[in-house]
């Protein structure tokens, strides 16, 4: 197990964790929470051995094997498989030493040493190792032909999910993940939450995606002002204990009654419609999980709304059978859709099906391919996308980013909004270079807002965003008066903020009839379908394979006949050959031992009988010399 015992450990002068004393016991899952900057990456740093306590003991098994996602990903040649496949790091070399053992040829004890080797591939799964990181890579979204591309082609994302892929890999006793749904969709982030809940090993995960968390997590361990607090259950029991910590507290209230009321407006208006009355329920399970969320977050330090936006025109936006996509690659096709005030929707579909394709679309980033696009007059958009938080200044501070956006706004007023956002002080005033990838989301969130849009475009608008900041944008998303398409693999985010879905798969984009839970059991019905066709192709492969290997076989004894006839045939003789010898021999042995032979007058018999001994001495050598020569071809050879 894990112990700490009064540990404490700083980062520079700063205290991150104070005195604590906790074990973890093999086999759990533990989910650690906490806002950003709280020490959670260091607790990691030090279980790696990356850091040192100030003070106090940490203990944990010497002979552990340790994974986690490392954080580069250089530019190799290696194809994806086989990088996943390096993640088993005793795999390779157990690989690499039966490799070099059956080239060595070192006789009897070498033989031994590939048998050992062998029978250690045998009991770490090492002949199935091909088959499970396939498994693993189509899990986190990559397609067949992925998989033997080169590590160099892939982007940053991408090579983020196979460091993923090759963590996983890994048969460890201790599994150390920060934030490894950063880089996924909702489809690879579902597949990685049953992966990780059958993980036998001891897991630690550092996580803002509340769902997550419920579906991997059997412990929460909370970092608060240098205190780590360990409770039992998955997300939504720490939730519960940590409101009940906060329910004397006034604020709690007005924030959860807030909450309620809009999910309740939303709940009175579109409950007796039927084309709504999906929704409405998704929306009445939304109220009983906010109302014990709510308390769990009434001290975060975020608070802010979106301003009253720009009046907008009716529709904002008309695509008529629309195609989209990137050369001559088409990835979207007959696409109908009218976005018109007021609307709310989610877009949900496979990885790669185009999500992301549609919003550059609505943001003017990405023209048509064919049919017609039009934008409403005075249509305002706010766009987010991760790629945008390259477009900020490093070399400037968040007040200075506002200014130069209001330059006619009076500096305190904005220093008041960016204290929502949790940048006060010296924060507001400092270069954003060395901020987090959070940090710099939330500075993107809060530039965009600011401009009043009458649509916002959002994907993946919570990656590297904490807890508190995900409750804060869900709150205000959820007030917004304007228009919204949205991308999220946040399935709380998504349940609450979105009164419709569009499905995008399989090259068409097209209303959905249902919630996110409808599309999850469609995502699962989608797995199965694809899971049956893939074992049907595997069984016809594997049909193909064993009529092969059948007619391999064939040929392999009529070869093996074909050498093994003569060499039996060649045996018999000599074997009949050396009985005769031997035979003879041992008679002449005994008459030559007999000492009257040597007592007759007739030497001439006895010179006769040495010659015919030495003869048949030499004859029984070579025999037997020949005889072992074809032993050894025949051993060679096998059975038949």
Sequence with gaps: MIQFRQLSLSRGVRRLIEDLSLQIHPGMRVGVVGANGTGKSSLFALLRGELHQDAGDLEMPAAWTIAHVAQETPALQTTALDYAIDGDAELRRVQRALADAETAHDGEQGGLRVAELHTRLQDIDGYSAQARASTLLHGLGFAEADLRRAVSEFSGGWRMRLN??????CRSDLLLLDEPTNHLDLDAVVWLEKWLAGYRGTLLLISHDRDFLDGVATHIAHLEQGRLSFYSGNYSGFEDQHAAQLAQQ??????????????????????????KARQAQSRIKALDRMERIAAAHVDTPFSFSFAEPERAPDPLMTLDKVALGYGERSIVQGLTLTVRPGARIGLLGPNGAGKSTLIRHLAGELAVQGGVSLVGKGVAIGYFAQHQLEQLRPDESPLQHLVRQEPQTREQDLRDYLGGFDFRGAMADAKIAPFSGGEKSRLALALLIRHRPNLLLLDEPTNHLDLEMR???????AEYEGSMVLVSHDRALLRTVCNDFLLVADGRAQAFDGDVD???????????QEQAALQNTDAAQDKAARIA??????????????????????????????????????????RLADPELYTGKDSGEVQSLLKRQGELANGIDEAEMRWLEIQTELEEIGEV
């Design 164 to 169: 993923l892929a090759q963590a996983l890999m």
């Design 250 to 275: 006034q604020a709690m209230f007005e924030r959860q009654q807030r909450e309620v009321a809009h999910l309740q407006k939303y709940i009175d208006r579109f409950r007796a419609q039927a084309t």
């Design 471 to 477: 409750h804060a944008l869900t709150l205000a998303l």
């Design 518 to 528: 409808d599309y999850l059991q469609w995502l699962d019905a989608r797995r199965s």
């Design 549 to 590: 290997a059948r007619e391999n076989a064939a040929a392999e004894r009529q070869q093996k006949l074909q050498r093994r006839r003569p060499l039996l045939k060649e045996v018999e003789q000599l074997d009949r050959k050396l009985a005769a010898w031997q035979t003879e021999k041992k008679t002449l042995d005994e």
